[in-house]
C-alpha cells in the first residue's frame, strides 16, 4: 500500500484510550487528515497484519506514552515498525514516565509534545499541527542546514541592491544568473528580506537555466527540504540517496554552495552521508581557500580544536582575520574565544569582551550570550548574575530562523538562572517554559532540563494537594 499524505497513525495502551481519542478529534478536525488507530479494526479481521498495513499507509506515527503504553510490547512493535519504514513520528507524553533503554534509542531524536503540560487544549492543538505543517510560524526545512544569514558583510549589501532593482523591475539585471543566485538566497534564508521559499526556487530555477551550477544545487536543496518538517527528521534513503549524490557531483566540479553543504553534511552525519570530520574540513579548506568568508569561518574553529585537521593555532588566527577582514558576521566571536581562553593568544578578558561587544553590534545575538557568561561566572570581572541575565535576554531576541543556536544557548542559560534562582528569583515554572523554548528551537539539552523541571514541579505540586 502507497503512502497516504496527511494520513496519522496512533499507537496507545487502551487504557489511554479516552485521551486517543480526543487527538484524534484535534487532528480530524483539520481539512484532509484522517487518522487510524485500532477503532478502525473490523470483526474478523488479521490484527497484525492490519496494523502493518495501516502504519505503511501512513504519513505520521504518533506514539502515546504512559506507564502503560511503554510497557507495551505491542506498542514497541509498532514503533520499531514506524522507524523500519522512515516515518515521522512524533512522541506525546501523557504523564511524566520512565521510558525503557530500547524505546529511548528511538524516540530520542525525535521532536515531542506533552499533554499532561500543556497550558490549555487550543495552546496543544496549535503545537500539534505546527509538526504537520500546518502554521505559518516556522517555514518547512528551516534548520535542515543551519547556514541561516551567514554571508560577509559585501554579499549582504549586494543582496540588498537587487532587492531594489527587484523592486524597480529591472528584470535583465536581477536574472543574471549571478544575481538570481542571491536573490533566491536571500528569500531562502531570510536575511536581508522575509523569506518566501516560492520565490527563492523562482530565482534559482531562473539561475538553473542560465546554466548556473549553484541554481542547480540549490534547488535540489530545496527539494531535501520540501521533504522535511522537523530538525530531526531523515527521509527515506531511497528518496535522498540520488539527490544527495547529485550535490556531491556539484561539489566534485567546485561549486561552492554544494561544497558548504556537503561539508555540512559530512559534519552531522545527514541523508546516508557517513560522519566523517577530515572529509567536512576538506571540504570547508577548499571553499575557505577560494575566499568563502564562511568557510573561513569554519576552518578557524577546525583548527582551534583540530576537528578533521590537527590544531594549528596560526592557521586559526589566518582564518578568523580573513574572515574578519570580509566583515563576516561571526568572525568577532572567533577572537572573543581567542581571548577568553588565551590558547591562540595570551589570554585577556578585557579584549574577550570588546570582541564579543563588536560582534553583538554587527548582530551576532550569541555575543550576547558570551558576555552573559562571562558575568554568570566571573570570568575575568567580579561575577554578577544579574548583569549576566539582562544579556541572556538579549541573545534571547535572537532571529529563530537565521541564528537558532544563539537562541538554543539564550534559553538554556535563562532556564538555568531561573531554575537556581541566579540573578533572577527561582521560579522553576519559568525555567520549565525557557527550557521547552530552547527544545522547541532544536536544543535536546533543553529538552532533559525540561523534563527535569516539569517533574519536579509535578512532585511539588503532588505534595501540595496531599
Known sequence: MAEQENSVFISYSHKDREICDKIDSIIERQPGFQVWYDKGLLPGEVYRKRIAEAIRESAYFIILLSKTSVASDWVLDEVEYAKKLCKR???????????PDDLDMILQRFHSLFWHLRSSDEQFEESLMSMFGVTEKKPVGQALVGFGNEYSAKVNARMRELLVRESENRFSEIYKPENAVLLGEAYLTGGPCSVDRDKARHYFRAADY?????????????????????????????????????IRDLAGEG????????GNLCWYGRFGVAENRVRSASYYEECARRGNARAQYVMSSNYYYGEGVQVDYELAKMYANLALEQKYIYAWRRWGKFFRDGKAVEQDYVRAREC????????????????????????????????AVRYFEKGEQAPEFSQRYSL????????????????????????????YEGYEAGSLECRDSYLRCSRQLQGDAEKNRS
Open 89 to 99: 513520528i512524533l512522541p506525546i507524553w501523557l504523564e511524566d514516565v520512565e521510558i
Open 255 to 262: 561549486c561552492i554552495p554544494a561544497m558548504l553543504y556537503m
Open 210 to 246: 542560465f546554466g548556473s551550477p549553484d541554481g542547480e544545487f540549490y534547488l535540489l536543496r530545496m527539494k531535501l527540504e520540501d521533504r522535511v518538517s522537523q530538525i530531526w527528521d531523515d527521509p527515506d534513503e531511497t528518496f535522498t540517496r540520488p539527490v544527495v549524490n547529485l
Open 408 to 435: 538554543q544557548r539564550a534559553k538554556s542559560a535563562l532556564g538555568r538562572a531561573y531554575e537556581f534562582g541566579r540573578g533572577v528569583e527561582r521560579d522553576l515554572a519559568v525555567a520549565a517554559q525557557k527550557y
Open 356 to 387: 564579543y561587544e563588536k560582534g553583538a553590534q554587527v548582530g551576532d545575538y550569541n555575543c550576547y550570550n558570551k558576555i552573559g557568561d562571562m558575568l554568570y561566572h566571573g570570568w575575568g570581572c567580579e561575577a554578577d548574575p544579574a548583569q
